[in-house]
């Protein structure tokens, strides 16, 4: 990983396909690039080389694609793989936007490189990248249930309405900052989204 960081080329929305999971948790990654295109304009369209969904997010003078994975959320990383390495894109040119177990509903956080901190999807996706971990992440917090037991059938289930209300919120302040993260101005958003309320 590059010490400034390199403007964001691509935007990857984790979670499940279809109808049964599309108001779950685990989707918190699809929320924002539908957020992004209902502002902005545009449509995803299926790229079956890539085995996913894609489409190009205009910006200001910025633009980069956005790609949400038709795969299972355990097997992203054939998505963003497929992609990352016909278009030649370093790790760092990639943001991965998730839900965080380990937030708060209403929390987001910015983060660069690390580990998959036992997120199914982003381990395909270090996996697929082999084992480069320098790719950005978008943490969007969705609570814990209480017990490590409990948490897949807490993330494949529909949050509260109040849980889901301050969800949206962080996606919307997260979708605020993007311009700044195509601009390769990480910094200000960081210190736009780590300072929420």
Not at 100 to 128: M, S, Y
Not at 156 to 177: G, Q
Request: glycine residues 12%; positive net charge; hydrophobic residues 35%.
């Amino acid at each position: 990983m590059t010490d400034s960081p390199q403007p964001i080329q691509l935007i990857v929305g984790l979670g499940n396909p279809g109808d049964r999971y599309a108001g779950t948790r685990h989707n918190a990654g699809f929320w924002l690039l539908d957020e992004l295109l209902r502002r902005h304009g545009g449509a995803l369209r299926p790229e079956r080389r890539y085995h996913a969904d894609l489409a190009t997010l205009h910006l200001g003078p910025h633009q980069c694609k956005l790609l949400r994975p038709q795969t299972y959320m355990n097997r992203s990383g054939q998505a963003v793989g497929a992609y990352a390495q016909f278009f030649r894109l370093p790790p760092e040119a990639i943001l991965v936007v998730h839900d965080e177990i380990d937030l708060p509903p209403g929390k987001v956080k910015l983060k660069r490189g690390g580990g998959h901190g036992g997120h199914n999807g982003l381990r395909d996706i270090i996996r697929a990248l082999a084992n480069q971990r320098g790719f950005c992440r978008a943490r969007v917090g969705v609570g814990h249930p209480g017990h490590r037991d409990e948490v897949v059938p807490y993330v494949l289930s529909r949050p509260a309405p109040d849980e889901r209300r301050a969800i949206d919120d962080a996606v919307d302040d997260l979708a605020d900052c993007v311009e700044w993260l195509l601009a390769g101005d990480w910094d200000r958003a960081c210190q736009r989204l780590h300072s929420r309320d």
